[in-house]
């Protein structure tokens, strides 16, 4: 069992002078559901190298176990540092592709032409594809193989509007998430802000928010396991 997981290159905050980059907790608690699986993880970025950390995901009240564990982790953070050009990850073979959010997916992966066919040669082979948080935003451009945009029809979630509202970044973001997948004609669900949700819909899994990121990881392994 192979998984790609592709992280963020983006490291600024539209024009308000900030940081952002990939959060944490949606990186850490997936990377261990899969490897705890046995799966072998393939990590990669627009850029390759170190991803940027967005620093509100790294805050104390951010903490979870799996940021913990990361965290005193050696080889995780190893192989974290040294993400492949997505360009070239792109080039393998794997049974599943993952998101990790934050937002700065939404300015670099939801554009990124090396991102939009990866997630379309997988979707295409049969093989499951997982967003969380922000990372359903990297499906934007994203076409089924009949040409309509890849969640139409499709039961989808992301972080919601409510969310976005809640950090006061409405108005910073290129796009609201629960907007666009709405605007592509998925049929967007959601539970209250911060609660764990996760949707299934075939190859499909996106989930809502950080609290989600271990549901959205079970989710991939259960498509894998059913193969």
Partial sequence: MKILMVLTSHDRLGDTGK???FWLEEFASPYYVFKDAGAQLVLASP????????????APD????ATRRFRADAEAGKALASTLPLAEAAQGDYDAVFYPGGHGPLWDLAEDAESIRLIERTYAAGKPVGAVCHAPGVLRHVKAPDGAPLVHGKQVTGFSNSEEEAVGLTQVVPFLVEDVLK????????????QSYAIVDGQLVTGQNPASSDAAAEAILDLLRRD
């Avoid at 951010?62 to 176990?65: D, I, L, M, S």
Wanted: proline residues 10%; without cysteine.
């Fill in 62 to 65: 951010a903490q979870t176990a």
């Fill in 19 to 21: 940081k952002t980059g």
């Fill in 47 to 58: 850029k390759g190298g170190q991803p940027p950390l967005d620093p509100k995901s790294d």
């Fill in 183 to 194: 605007q592509l004609g998925g049929r967007y669900a959601k539970k209250d802000d911060w």
